[in-house]
């Protein structure tokens, strides 16, 4: 057993600190004839113990599990050492890739910020546009503008409508209003369902974390982009579907 852990010892550390970095023996260790070999003969030697133990019970007119799974582990337990240690080596030169390349990022950011120039102009020629004060509006002008306390509520009961026969009848909530999904359309309420609900719930809390619990020192602004990348590809879709739908409308 420490003759194969040598050997595979060796054969990792040359895989994993080669000078060129061309190739890599991570996981075809067990492929090389000497290492092959060895792996055979534990392999075989923990049958012939398991195998052993059970006759021997089986002769004695009793069983115990428990003897059986210690005599293979017995023979075992090296390779299983050794597996944990060359995944915790793999580990730490994993985090070591990684916080050099997020160190990579942050300076390639802070170059960025400092070779930008911010520059403000301003046009010779002002234009503008004389727009009234809200208190000189009149009421009927007022009421044009604004929702009432009653026509919320009444827009609110329609969403609870909808939202309700959405959950009943199982409808595809990309899709607008058409003959297929009935009288209603589901576009803007799509998170006020329970699944859509919990499905937002959960973005914006990974979209959180990833932005002021991660640890990892990328910028926010790039670790806000890759958690929210499912909800804009999703947006982009659905506006695609959309725009598809208003053009056959009005053929």
């Known amino acids: ?45 923990a049958i012939h113990a398991v195998l052993s133990v059970q ?47 997020s160190a990579r990022r942050r300076r390639e950011f802070q170059d960025n910020r400092r070779t930008t120039k911010k520059k403000v102009q301003f046009q010779q020629i002002a234009r503008f546009r004389k727009i009234l004060s809200r208190s000189q509006y009149t009421n009927h002008e ?20 909808i939202i309700q026969k959405y959950e009943a009848k199982d409808v595809d909530q990309d899709l607008p209003t058409t003959k297929e999904s009935g009288d209603f359309c589901m576009r803007g309420l799509e998170s006020y369902t329970h699944i859509g609900g919990r499905i937002k719930s959960r973005r914006r ?28 590809l999703q947006a982009i879709e659905r506006g695609l579907k959309d725009r598809l739908a208003a053009t056959d409308s009005n053929r």
């Open 142 to 161: 007022v009421a044009d503008c604004w929702y009432t306390k009653a026509e919320y509520s009444a827009i609110r009961e329609s969403c609870t409508v």
């Open 55 to 101: 006759d021997e019970q089986r002769l004695n007119g009793y069983s115990d599990p428990e003897a059986i799974a210690r005599s293979y582990q017995v023979l075992t337990v090296l390779p299983q050492l050794w597996a944990h240690h060359v995944a915790a080596e793999d580990e730490e030169q994993a985090q070591k890739i990684h916080h050099e390349e």
């Open 205 to 232: 809390r990974n979209a959180y974390l990833s932005v002021f619990g991660s640890s990892s020192g990328d910028c926010p602004a790039a670790a806000y982009e890759k958690a929210a990348a499912t909800s804009c």
């Open 1 to 45: 057993h420490f003759r194969i852990m040598n050997m595979i010892g060796q054969d990792s550390q040359q895989a994993s600190r080669s000078s060129n970095h061309k190739y890599q023996l991570r996981g075809l260790e067990s492929l090389q004839p000497s290492v092959a070999a060895m792996k055979l003969k534990i392999r075989r030697d």
